[in-house]
C-alpha cells in the first residue's frame, strides 16, 4: 500500500519546537496545547505576514537536534517501509526540503521521497489530496484538520494524529489516533 506522512507533527515535534524557539527569542509563554487554530499570528498577536517571516526564520536556524522526533516515529517509520511504499507528503516550502532531508538523514539514517505541497501559507502549490490522488496514496498520516477532511472527503482514508488544532474534525474516513503505536495498530 502506498502511505502518505505529514512531516511537521505526525514525524517531528514541530510546533513544540517552533514556540520554544519563539518564547525564548521574544520573551513570551505561548504552548502547544494554546495553538486551536492554525494561524501563529493570532496566538502570538502579529499579523500573519510577519508570523510567517518568523516561521521561516525558525526553519533557516534551527539545528535538525531543535526538532526531535514523536516518540516511535522512527521505528514505525522502518517498520512501515519493510512492507509499505511510504513517502512524505509535507506543507514546508521547497526552498528547506534540503532542512527536511537533514532531518530524515539523521534520524533516519535515510532519504524518503519527500513531495511539497507547496506554499502552506500563500495557498500555492498542488493540495495533499490532488497529490495524493495522483499518486495512488491510500493512507495519509495527518496532523491538519483541514487536510484531513478535505482528503477525506475524496476517499482517501486518514489517520489524524489528535492535536489541539484538530479536534472538531470528523468523518467516516478519518481515524483519530493519539500516537504512533495506535497509528501503526490501526494500519494493522
Known sequence: ????????????????????????KYGKKVSKEEILIWNWGLYWGISREEATKRVDEFHETHKVEDIAPLD?????????????????????PIRFEHRIEEWLQHYLGRNLEVIHAGEWHKGQAATKVEICKE???????EDSGETALDCANSGIKVLLFDKPWNKQ???E????????????????
Open 1 to 24: 500500500m502506498k502511505i502518505g506522512i505529514d512531516f511537521d507533527d505526525v514525524i517531528t515535534e514541530f510546533t513544540e519546537s517552533l514556540m520554544d524557539y519563539y518564547n525564548k
Open 72 to 92: 516511535k516515529a522512527i521505528d514505525s517509520i522502518n517498520e512501515l517501509m519493510k512492507k509499505h511504499d511510504v513517502l512524505i507528503i509535507t506543507g514546508r
Open 135 to 141: 499518486l495512488g496514496v491510500k493512507v495519509l498520516m
Open 169 to 171: 474534525f470528523k468523518h
Open 173 to 188: 474516513n478519518i481515524q483519530r489516533v493519539k500516537n504512533w503505536e495506535e497509528a501503526l495498530n490501526k494500519l494493522r
